[in-house]
């Protein structure tokens, strides 16, 4: 079943053995691919669980379909990473919602730095939350990321303690790389980590003696300089490769 063939069911439309599908889904569903009763398609409740199903009723804007098997965490790693990037300008982080999702970043915190450009202040979170939607479904996930609240920088090393792995990408790290971080960790015993990724202008002396101070393991990601979306994209592949969540 191809990746647009995949359709989000909110949770609370999912019955034992059923399920309904409505608003837009519905309409792609029955007027764009023009499904029709007995017909299959796929449907995921972003909170881990896959359906395989079959349309038994179509009515004027919504449908129940029969639950013919249902499968947990399709598509998930186990490995649950979360990226936290200063907000950028306008477009851009919402590019690195995207692209990091399909990639298979869990979560995703706006951070506000002391080098946040001004234009770049604030996001909108609903936007946000439909890309991640839209992401979820076209990567073949189960589970939808959520985009928290925008944090300071300050914030987020306080509060960063419940991470397994805690990672800063900084362009000055010298020779220090992941695979050195990750070699002298039990990468095995790695459910949880945190990925830091700065604004254009970087992390402040003072927010890396911080992240330092907080645990944090700084690294670099080779010679040449990357803009921030590219960074975050790079970085988080970079991690989830590592601990072998992107090997088939």
């Known amino acids: 079943m191809d990746a647009q063939d995949i359709f989000y069911v909110h949770p609370q439309d999912v019955a034992l053995d059923s399920l309904m599908i409505r608003g837009d889904e519905f309409h792609h569903l029955t007027h ?8 299959r398609f796929a449907a995921v409740d972003g909170r881990g669980n896959y359906f395989d199903c079959e ?7 919504s449908l ?3 639950i ?3 499968k947990r965490l399709f598509g998930e790693p186990v490995f649950k990473l979360t990226l936290a990037l200063a907000l950028l300008k306008k477009g851009k982080f919402e ?6 999702t399909e990639v298979g970043a869990s979560n995703f915190i706006p951070l506000q730095t002391e080098h946040t450009i001004p234009q770049s202040q604030s996001i909108n979170p609903k936007r946000c939350q439909r890309i991640v939607l839209a992401a979820m479904k076209q990567s073949r996930r189960s589970i939808l990321p959520a985009v928290a609240p925008v944090q300071s920088f300050d914030d987020l090393c306080r509060t960063a303690g419940e991470f397994d792995l805690k990672l800063l990408a900084h362009e000055k ?3 220090a790389s992941l695979d050195q971080i990750l070699s002298n960790t039990e990468s095995r015993y790695l459910k949880s980590g945190l990925l830091c990724i700065g604004p254009e202008g970087g992390f402040s002396a003072d927010e890396v003696a911080l ?3 907080s645990g944090f393991a700084i690294f670099g990601m080779g010679p040449r300089r990357l803009r921030s979306e590219t960074a975050a994209i790079v970085g988080a592949a970079l991690v989830l490769d ?3 969540e992107l090997k088939s």
């Open 32 to 39: 764009v691919l023009r499904k029709k009763s007995g017909e």
């Open 55 to 61: 349309i038994e009723l179509a009515q004027r804007d």
């Open 64 to 66: 129940r379909a029969h």
């Open 68 to 70: 013919l098997k249902k």
């Open 95 to 100: 590019w690195v919602v995207e692209k990091a």
């Open 173 to 175: 790290a010298g020779d």
């Open 211 to 213: 992240a330092q101070e």
């Open 242 to 244: 590592r601990l072998g």
